[in-house]
């Protein structure tokens, strides 16, 4: 089952996004370095149509270098879009945001016409991390509380002529990419009562199998993890991690948390989760399952529509004598 998450809250959100839209100059979507395809919005991309945008792979002190540099080169050759990878660690990225938006919008600037950029992300993506840096910076100043400020809003003045508004995180109604759903869960992004902590660590180490086996091999102490499937894996985990079961079997369940809780706290060293490729793929597979559903509901709505009210005869006599 695809996990979906989309509280009322974020129903404000997606409004509030959608009336302070046509004023603004440009996006900084915030995604997570580790999951940088399933963080993107489809959503806010919706919402965000035709405005120029920055794309910011946060969190990238937790990514493979190798990895985000190649997700960055997909962005920036994308028309009217820029990249950079940040992460908590930079005390002074206002100057590097600043200088993306205007080379975004050259023509914005000045008091006459300050530059309006929206920032959003998903939950946990450490958006209100970097905003209070951000604020925290000498010409930084919180001016919340104002007309036209919606109470879901923020604006917070970076410079003079620039105004960042802030949204809280917003994920989306349906996530279709089953993947990407697994891992938002195990990013921290979808509410804890959304998933269950089995499959996301069976869908976390399918990835960390695929592209990292010797980053679990390393922190867990296993073996040659050749040809083993995530389950194995997760019982190792929970043999050499957790207490036994009765019977001697496997803590699966507190397995699962130890390696939700090792893959958001770092504990595996730079990861990252998907490849474009691998990601660009998915997207294909929902749309075709997507396509498939559809098709299923145009068929199953047709053969309701041609039953014939009752007493007027179903069939054509056939069988009768
Ligand atoms: P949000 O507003 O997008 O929901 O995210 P928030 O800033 O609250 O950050 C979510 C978690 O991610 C926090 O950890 C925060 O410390 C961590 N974080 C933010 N930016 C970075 C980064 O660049 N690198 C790393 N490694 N972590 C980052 P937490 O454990 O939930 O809370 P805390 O106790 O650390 O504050």
């Not at 915030?30 to 149509?49: C, F, I, K, V």
Request: net charge positive; glycine share 10%; with cysteine.
């Amino acid at each position: 089952m695809p996990i979906q998450w989309f509280p009322g809250h974020m129903h404000a959100t997606r409004k509030a996004i959608a009336e302070r839209m046509p004023e603004i100059d440009v996006v900084i979507e915030l995604l997570d370095a580790r999951l940088p395809g399933s963080s993107a919005n489809p959503l806010l991309a919706e919402l965000t149509r035709g405005k120029p945008a920055l794309k910011v792979l946060n969190k990238q002190d937790l990514a493979d270098p190798q990895q985000t540099a190649s997700w960055l080169a997909h962005y920036q050759a994308q028309a009217g879009t820029r990249a950079l990878a940040l992460d908590a660690s930079d005390t002074a990225p206002a100057r590097r945001l600043i200088a993306a938006c205007r080379e975004l919008a050259p023509l914005r600037g000045g008091m006459a016409k300050p530059m309006r950029v929206l920032i959003c992300g998903i939950p946990n993506v450490g958006k209100s991390t970097l905003v209070n840096t951000l604020r925290g910076g000498k010409r930084a100043a919180k001016t919340g509380d104002e007309a036209g400020i919606t109470k879901t809003e923020q604006r917070i003045v970076l410079a003079d002529d620039f105004y960042l508004f802030d949204t809280p995180g917003m994920l989306w109604p349906r996530i279709a990419i089953e993947p990407s759903g697994y891992l938002l869960a195990a990013s921290g992004a979808v509410g804890r009562n959304a998933y269950d902590d089995e499959e996301v660590a069976l869908a976390l180490l399918t990835q960390m199998l695929r592209h990292h086996a010797d980053r679990l091999r390393d922190r867990y102490k296993l073996g040659d993890l050749a040809g083993l499937s995530d389950e194995a894996v997760l019982a190792d985990i929970g043999r050499k991690r957790a207490p036994l079961l009765s019977g001697g079997l496997p803590h699966m369940q507190k397995a699962a948390e130890i390696a939700i809780h090792d893959f958001r706290s770092g504990a595996w060293g730079p990861v990252t989760l998907e490849t474009l490729q691998e990601f660009t793929q998915w997207q294909a597979q929902a749309k075709l399952l997507d396509a498939e559903r559809e098709a299923r509901r145009a068929a199953r709505s047709n053969t309701k529509n041609q039953v014939p009210p009752r007493g007027q005869g179903g069939d054509d006599g056939a069988g009768k004598g």
